[in-house]
């Protein structure tokens, strides 16, 4: 009688395998040609689309006016967007296919670029956008892919994420500008000299031994990699597509690393391990550090952060804020100086570079209502909207016209992104073998500051150059070996 | 091999066309011969795989061969084969293809049986008693049904994909919608040719069998230790000492491990308790760090594993025969002796296999250094630093790198390697030859 | 005097074995309690201020981690994963135990072998299967595969099963009791300890495991406790541990619950006769 028993283990297979064909998506009937053809204009009726948002623009309170918005205007044509209440960093490449993902996602420009490798998001009718022409071509360049000899956008851009320097107006001598302002543009130097923060940031800590100036974990190759990228580093070669090419160390690289090795030898050994990306916003706020780099989307919580301090304080909850926004200051990157050398106040100084990206929405190639989600896409991505987000979230818009009525920050993010100061993420999925090599450069470069003589590794320009190489021969092998 | 044949002649001589018709439909001898009830389990088994293969069968174990022949294409619309789907869906027809055969020979087998009782003239077995003995005789199949099509589904099934996936080009730039092909045994000619391949999985794997050795060796004595101290007849309010180490056993593992990360962090309390007493700050756990990082690693999964080491011996302690302590206690033996002649003989008889479990589970322990120290590609190692285990090893080359057809390969040699040297340490081990020593 | 000393000794170890594995605890709980929230504003080990803030804002701060809800999840499939495998494993057990087939050896070299194989490079086709048979998004799709990988752990329980007499089955099988019979009445009662270490051990998995249910699960409301504290932001360190020792409550509870099963579950030496 054993049968009967492991009959029910046939039979459970079979139902298991019944609920599996009726669980199978059926066979999506779309009309030819290419995938803008799904977008004829005919707006679904009663459907509702899952958006996919980034958390900080829900936890501020953005997303829900956004979505309000949208469904009031569209309350007659039956339209409704809703938050798809999922992991904002999820792969659509892994969900999308099976019918789980979301309809709209706001996402990175290197994550949605993988995606349209593998058709997963729609190419969008970008001309019939109003903020076409508003948004520069680098940015759109970034969603761009081509396909069978055609240029397909896949994505539109909505802010332009590059590392800024934070710092706080309070924590500055009393005499800032008689002594930290020798151009006299009634900015602080250190803000604008890398040279010039160095000088502050030793002289802070001899001050008081338990406070710093700048501060930032080195492991962190986003943030670091900049460094190398102003003196001719860069990723891949022909525009980050080769990945053939890897070019951490390529022209005067290594005098980016050198760079660094002098900033990290006026910090503590927390900038080896990723203490200081973690414990940054408290240790700014209660005023141990000086100031710091972070992407703009963190700009609130860095004066969250603060008010709670002012607010602990004494202060009450309206000074502290209208404190914390004065004082709390976000600007780009300072200059760096041409010979690779911070002692050297002299040299001629050139931009900072730095890597960054362009956060933007998209559409699943897996929705039901592609035109009910492009009518969603083209309203978050109105005017009015980016200019809520920008003031809500403090994130620096890719329209123009949004970051020229920002002002400040935004205008000089979209200055650098125009002239290509912002080296955008590649969108090929080697992309993604470059950081472990990279990180551990960092964290030896970082640790190298902090050991003794007899051990450094790093001892001159020569020493950090073989060290790049070592790196971007280790992520070549990454690439190559096993393929 | 002779009297095989012969049987087989002698079968297809003497059997009835009722026996002969059940090769064709199921259940047809049964019916024939009085057995009704599992004679309609047959023809339902015949009639739902036949409803199977057509739906879906057929086209599965296809799919299984070919990996999909149409490239998918959303943005055209274009349906497509998912390869990964194929495969997997093609293991699920292979399974229930061979879960069918064996009814079928069971039932044809069942029903020429059936015919020679009735030749000789015996009473059928009726249902209600084969019912019974599942009960009874038979119990274990009734009871190991469910376990193993739950084993069979959630651990065989996926288990044989990642090795059908070592024979796969799975990975890289080709992942769905991208068709998948089978390459034979291209992955391990790769990984023989590679020069970069074998120095890393040597210098990972020696390490990885020293952790595996000292790790459960250390758990497992000081989870007994543990268990014997609390056990100690000295010890009052014992309910109350024990609840430490619970404490410890119900916070999860990844929280302690992140707990522990910041400890031994730079920023971390230690090394600001260092810094305040006038040292210098210590990378426990940094690049340069190898045996720090180790010991540091070996000291937080015993404090993991430990409590529930404890909890589990402190019920075979209380399982052991008491009389014989008393004897040995007339008899004069010391508390050392009764130690080891009585009480490790026993526990190590009844915790081999716990031990194996802790062997297999240090071996393969992915989360102390993934927590404690991951992301760091060292020299020397090829994708992997000087802490890394083997799993860690394969994370990276199969997640963080994508090779997924490559890892595959490798965790196919590594599970060759350990589950040969661990099937032969269980089989010899007293607790799987001896299996009544303590009764 | 002797005594004495041993008393002394054996309380020195249990003082220094409770501080280890208290102390990490003790240190998770405060950080809990701390009043700023960050964990980089601590003298040394211990915040500076304490404040029930965190817990308060745990329970009712929820629009963006809905903390209840996740800790609602993974009590249902914690419970369910429980009572299915725990009764799933003791009778696997079991039945390899007291069973004699000709399917036994192999099948425990199987599952031997099995067990070494790295379990995630599985995970592909657990989720892939999971997709096709519709359980996305399900919390009782969780309880399934947990269940059904739980009889894999057997070989603890055999190992208890082994040390139980076969004298008194044989003495039940003369007076004509089945083998059902023989299980239900007589060593069901008698593995008690065994059974509570099994429902425990099952029962605290899906509170710690968080790669599965990551896989499976893809709305936040259906987060379990542990995918839910993985998502959280870097910044919410308090919240973290508020979290995380909010997990281990219900652990605890139930150990202190069945403790008094686990340690005299059977009476020693009765068995013996």
Known sequence: ?483 | MKTKWNQWNCFIHKSSWAVKLSMVIMGAGHFRYGGIAKGLIYLLMEISMIVYAVRRGISDIVGFFTLGTQTADAWSGIEGDNSIVMLIMGIFAWILVLAFLYFYVKNVKGAYAMQLRHEQGLAQIGWKKELASLFDQKFYVLVLALPVLGVCIFNILPIVFMILIAFTNYGGKIVPPHLVDWVGFANFKKLLVLSKFAPTFGRILSWNLLWAVVSTALNYFAGLGLALLLNKECVKGKAFWRAFPILAYAIPGFITLLAFKFMFSYGGPINQMIMANGGEAFGFLDLDARWSARCIGLLVNCWISVPSIMLLATGHLSNRDVSLYEAAKMDGAGRWKQFWKLTMPYMIFATTPVLLGQFIGNFNNFGIFYFLRGGLYMDGYFLASDTDLLINWLYNLSIDNNYYSIGAAISLIIFLITSTISLIVYVKSPSYREEDTFQ | MRKKLDAFWTYGLLLLVAFIFFFPCLWLILASFSQSGSIYSFDGFFPKSYSFATFHKLFTDTRMYNYPKWFFNTLFVATGSCILGTFLTILTAYTMSRFNFKARKPMMKTTMVLGMFPSFMGMTAVYLLMTQFGLINHLWGLILIYAGGAPMGYLTQKGFFDTIPRAIDEAAKIDGATNMQIFLKINLPMSKPMIVYTALTSFTWPWSDFILPKLLLKEKDLYTVAVGLMSLDETEFARFAAGSVFIALPIVVLYFCLVKNMVDGIAAGAVKG
């Open chain 1, 1 to 483: 009688m054993k049968k009967r028993g492991i009959a029910i283990v046939l039979l459970g297979c079979m139902m298991l395998t019944f609920v599996g064909c009726k669980g199978k998506s059926e066979a999506k009937a779309a009309a030819g040609g290419t995938g803008s053809a799904l977008f004829d204009g005919k707006l679904e009726k009663n459907v509702t689309i899952q958006v996919l948002e980034n958390d900080t623009a829900i936890s501020k309170g953005y997303f829900k006016e956004l979505i309000d918005a949208f469904n009031e205007k569209y309350k007659d044509q039956g339209i409704k967007a809703v938050d798809a209440n999922m992991d904002q960093y999820l792969d659509l490449a892994n969900d999308g296919p099976y019918g789980y993902g979301p309809d709209v996602l706001y996402q990175a420009n290197d994550v949605i670029m993988k995606y349209a490798e593998g058709k997963h998001i729609l190419p969008l009718p970008v001309e019939g956008f109003d903020c076409y022409k508003q948004i520069p071509q680098t940015a759109w360049k970034a969603y761009e892919t081509k396909k069978d000899g055609k240029t397909y956008t896949c994505g539109i851009p909505v802010n332009v994420q590059a590392p800024q320097l934070y710092y706080r107006k309070d924590l500055l001598p009393e005499n800032w500008k008689d002594e930290w302002d020798q151009d006299s543009d009634n900015v602080p130097d250190m803000t604008q000299s890398w040279s010039r923060m160095y000088e502050f940031s030793k002289n802070r800590h001899k001050e008081d031994p338990k406070k710093y100036g700048y501060m930032k974990s080195l492991n962190d190759m986003y943030f670091s990699s900049g460094f190398l990228f102003s003196y001719g580093g860069y990723i891949f070669g022909k525009d980050n597509t080769d990945p053939t090419d890897i070019g951490f160390a390529a022209g005067d690289a290594q005098k980016g690393a050198a760079v660094l090795s002098q900033l990290a030898s006026a910090m503590n050994e927390d900038c080896i391990d990723d203490t200081i990306t973690t414990n940054a916003y408290s240790k700014l706020a209660d005023g141990t550090y000086f100031a710091t780099i972070s992407t703009p989307d963190v700009y609130s919580t860095f004066l969250g952060e603060l008010e709670k301090e002012y607010e602990s304080k004494g202060d009450t909850k309206e000074e502290a804020e209208k404190k914390a926004k004065e004082n709390l200051v976000m600007t780009t990157l300072p200059k760096l100086p041409q010979s690779g050398n911070l002692n050297d106040t002299d040299s001629k100084e050139i931009d900072s570079k730095c890597m960054g990206g362009v956060n933007g929405y998209a559409i699943s190639s897996y929705t039901k209502a592609p035109n009910a989600c492009l009518e969603f896409v083209k309203f978050a991505t109105s005017y009015e909207m980016i200019k809520k987000r920008a003031s809500l979230l403090g994130i620096a818009p890719a329209r123009e016209d949004t970051a020229k009525e920002m002002g400040g920050v935004s205008a000089e993010i979209y200055r650098n992104l125009d002239e290509g100061n912002i080296v955008l993420m590649p969108s090929i999925s080697e992309v993604s073998q470059i950081w472990t090599p990279g990180k551990t450069f960092f964290i030896d470069l970082a640790k190298d500051v902090f050991r003794k003589d007899e051990k450094k590794k790093y001892k001159d320009e020569a020493a950090m150059k073989d060290g790049l190489k070592d790196m971007c021969h280790q992520i070549q092998e990454a690439i190559t070996t096993l393929q």
